[in-house]
């Protein structure tokens, strides 16, 4: 296995989540193409690839929810510019959007996706299966037993 078959998997990966990330927030802004649902965005077939990241995929079972959040968790390290469309202002209030999560930090000039952000990605359009966040980001999920995604504790005065 090359270095190629490494990139070009993740880029699959990369240009899904831009896709999805693009199509929930058309939907959550009514916007032109706002009718297509996120999750009718075919997920790259990793059947046939024998990439490292391809065969934890696998290897793990992750459904669509949990690739979601991998690769979201991914994005700012792999591919920054995909979540730039979540620094958008809501122009109701001149500043972000509050449901978009995210944190900015001194050191790094790109959105930093929070597990707000992956809750609004999966329940923008469709709060009813909040259930499937909240079954990726538990404790008992393999994403956050392998230390995959770590949610750090909020400061005791934030909401949690």
């Known amino acids: 296995m090359d270095n190629d078959e490494n990139i070009k998997c993740l880029n699959k990966e990369m240009d899904w989540l831009q896709d999805v990330v693009n199509q929930v927030v ?33 290897k793990w079972g992750l459904n669509v929810y949990a690739r979601l959040a991998l690769v979201l968790a991914m994005a700012p390290h792999f591919k920054p510019e995909v979540l730039d469309i979540l620094f958008g202002k809501n122009q109701m209030y001149d500043r972000g959007f509050t449901e978009f999560g995210g944190l900015v930090d001194k050191n790094h000039s790109g959105f930093l996706p929070t597990g707000q952000t992956f809750c609004f990605l999966v329940t923008a359009t469709n709060p009813e299966i909040r259930y499937e966040v909240l079954d990726v980001l538990s404790k008992q999920h393999v994403l956050l037993k392998e230390q995959v995604i770590i949610l750090d504790e909020p400061e005791s005065y934030l909401p949690g």
Do not use: N, R
Not at 27 to 34: I, R, V
Not at 42 to 49: F, G, I, S
């Open 26 to 58: 058309k939907s959550y802004l009514m916007q032109e193409g706002h009718q297509q649902h996120w999750l009718d965005i075919p997920v790259p077939d990793l059947a046939k690839m024998d990439t490292p990241y391809a065969m934890m995929v696998k």
